[in-house]
């Protein structure tokens, strides 16, 4: 990649382009946190303002304490806890059963509503299609064109992600994301960042790993990505980090990432279409 400067943005100029793009989905493409809230916030209100509803006066009384942000950030956090807790114990139990994060996100939302004291809000029908509300997460602004552009330019363009294959799917055809290829950890049997599932997508396009990059608003994800020896490409986006201003600060000196993207990159359209307009016109291998 050749060396760009503009802003906060830049590029590695010492490797070469990467002929495939793995793009980490919650949160890098998608706005889950916008989504997700909101969702909430109108299934409860219509719920409990339903003339054939029969909630409790007691669970009515602690709906009205929930502060939704609250209880999505909780429900995307137990995801990160359990993705996180499946990847470590893949290393020391090759036959670990494989729960999909569909699963995880209806057993979640259980553990949830019976913490914040609301578990008679919604039938279990209701409960488990509230928890499908991750199928169907919005896009950021840029996500969908900034694809196009990447798939243009002839790279490919694809999922590695811990949602499982009909998460995936069902949100690339909502959010109108144009994927060339569908990468779940649900394929490779572990999560991320477990090591082999970035082996895994490589070998999957007959790709060694310096071909690729991974592309991510999450820097544990790049740095598990790096120790693979793929490229990486961070996107910064609006509370996504889990890092540290300190640590992200040192990272960015460093040219810790081979490709980044700040929130402030957005003249033209920012995040993915910034990678896209970076991107441009360069030598694939």
């Known amino acids: 990649m050749k060396r760009i400067e503009h802003g906060d943005m830049s590029i590695n100029s010492q490797k070469p382009p990467p002929k495939a793009l793995f793009f980490d989905v919650f949160g890098t493409v998608v706005d889950w946190r916008k989504t997700v809230t909101k969702y909430l916030e109108r299934r409860s209100f219509e719920t409990l303002n339903s003339g054939s509803s029969s909630v409790a006066t007691a669970v009515r009384t602690k709906c009205a304490e929930v502060h939704w942000p609250t209880f999505?950030?909780?429900?995307?956090?137990?995801?990160?806890?359990?993705?996180?807790?499946?990847?470590?114990?893949?290393?020391?139990?090759?036959?670990?059963?494989?729960?999909?994060?569909?699963?995880?996100?209806?057993?979640?939302?259980?553990?949830?509503?019976?913490?914040?004291?609301?578990?008679?809000?919604?039938r279990e029908d209701q409960v488990i299609q509230v928890s499908r509300i991750w199928h169907y997460l919005e896009a950021w602004p840029d996500s969908s064109r900034g694809l196009m552009a990447l798939k243009d330019q002839g790279f490919i363009i694809c999922t590695l992600s811990n949602g499982n294959i009909e998460l995936l799917t069902d949100m690339a055809v909502h959010a109108d994301l144009p994927w060339t290829h569908?990468?779940?950890?649900?394929?490779?049997?572990?999560?991320?960042?477990?090591?082999?599932?970035?082996?895994?997508?490589?070998?999957?396009?007959?790709?060694?790993?310096?071909?690729?990059?991974?592309?991510?608003?999450?820097?544990?994800?790049?740095?598990?990505?790096?120790?693979?020896?793929?490229?990486?490409?961070?996107?910064?986006?609006?509370?996504?980090?889990?890092?540290p201003p300190e640590k992200m600060d040192g990272a960015k000196s460093k040219g810790w990432a081979d490709m980044w993207v700040s929130i402030g990159d957005d003249s033209k359209g920012g995040g993915i279409l910034e990678v896209a307009r970076n991107l441009e016109g360069e030598q694939k291998l």
């Open 182 to 243: 569908l990468f779940s950890a649900e394929k490779f049997g572990a999560y991320k960042p477990h090591p082999s599932v970035y082996t895994s997508a490589c070998r999957e396009l007959g790709l060694e790993p310096g071909q690729c990059a991974m592309v991510a608003a999450h820097l544990a994800d790049l740095e598990a990505a790096r120790e693979c020896g793929l490229q990486t490409i961070y996107i910064e986006r609006a509370q996504e980090e889990s890092w």
């Open 72 to 122: 999505a950030q909780e429900w995307r956090s137990s995801y990160y806890d359990f993705t996180r807790d499946q990847a470590k114990r893949k290393d020391n139990d090759q036959t670990l059963a494989f729960k999909t994060v569909d699963d995880h996100h209806l057993d979640s939302l259980r553990a949830l509503l019976d913490q914040h004291g609301i578990s008679g809000l919604w």
